[in-house]
């Protein structure tokens, strides 16, 4: 009778102890974490300035457009909504749970005004994306420098 040993494998288990000091450094040093308590979560952002406008965009994957809400309130923009958790089956056993679900909400301040009645948003492989322009007041302007 043929005795199986299992061969240990010291890269995997490398792998899930970065995995786990990843988790404990990001949950302590990033300002929005990722991993949340159950229920509220916190999608990552990045908001690009550029001459003319801020472009902002939100990873929201697996979120159809009807369950985020954007607003604008003076030089505060409000990103929430609620991914909804998928239907669970009796008998499943789940080896990893890392996807978030449940309510969230991001805002953060603009450094400069917009001009609200031209701000676009549209949402495309999980994605959304704001093209937010700048009010004229906002906008860099040149001074020409007069010689005497």
Do not use: C, H
């Amino acid at each position: 009778m043929a005795k199986y040993i299992a061969r240990w494998d010291p890269f995997k288990e490398l792998t899930s102890l970065r995995e786990d000091m990843e988790r404990l450094f990001n949950s302590f040093f990033e300002r929005y974490p990722r991993e949340k308590a159950e229920g509220f979560w916190s999608p990552p952002l990045d908001v690009e300035e550029t001459e003319n406008e801020f472009v902002i965009k939100a990873e929201l994957p697996g979120m159809k457009k009807e369950d985020i809400k954007v607003s604008l309130s003076g030089d505060t923009l409000t990103i929430s909504g609620e991914k909804k958790k998928e239907a669970e089956e009796k008998g499943k056993t789940y080896y990893r749970m890392e996807r978030s679900y449940g309510k969230f909400q991001r805002t953060i301040t603009l450094p400069a005004e917009v001009e609200m009645d031209k701000a676009k948003a549209s949402y495309q492989n999980g994605v959304l994306t704001l093209n937010l322009p700048k009010s004229e007041v906002a906008r860099p302007r040149e001074i020409p420098i007069q010689v005497e």
